[in-house]
């Protein structure tokens, strides 16, 4: 079974930053694409950044490129998300999800796991 655990969340100003977390556990993390989402109240769960097995490629949603990074270290099985500049429309419910394949893009049904999300809030 595999579970994903996300940490890091919180409240921040408007300009600030945080880092989260997700630990992987229960499969080959190095085989397996990873992603981040978020999901607003009242909003759809929407895509923000996914990165290949490897690590040498990631994508972006164009509403956070240029300001969040997602990267992985697999010898941890632990995937990052770098959120700088934050904004007050960046609050959220942040979940993690593993990818059914060893690349997996923007779509949810191209991941099969997923955590149980970390709460960042960010202040005006």
């Known amino acids: 079974q595999v579970q994903l655990v996300e940490s890091g969340g919180g409240l921040v100003q408007a300009g600030g930053s945080l880092r989260l977390s997700c630990a992987a556990s229960g499969r080959a993390f190095s085989s397996y694409a990873m992603g981040w989402f978020r999901q607003a109240p009242g909003k759809e769960r929407e895509f923000v950044a996914a990165?290949?097995?490897?690590?040498?490629?990631?994508y972006y949603a164009d509403s956070v490129k240029g300001r969040f990074t997602i990267s992985r270290d697999n010898a941890k099985n632990t995937v990052y998300l770098q959120m700088n500049s934050l904004k007050p429309e960046d609050t959220a419910v942040y979940y993690c999800a593993s990818g059914l394949a060893g690349w997996a893009g923007r779509s949810r049904s191209e991941y099969d796991y997923w955590g149980q999300g970390t709460q960042v809030t960010v202040s005006s």
């Open positions: 990165i290949n097995w490897g690590g040498g490629n990631t």
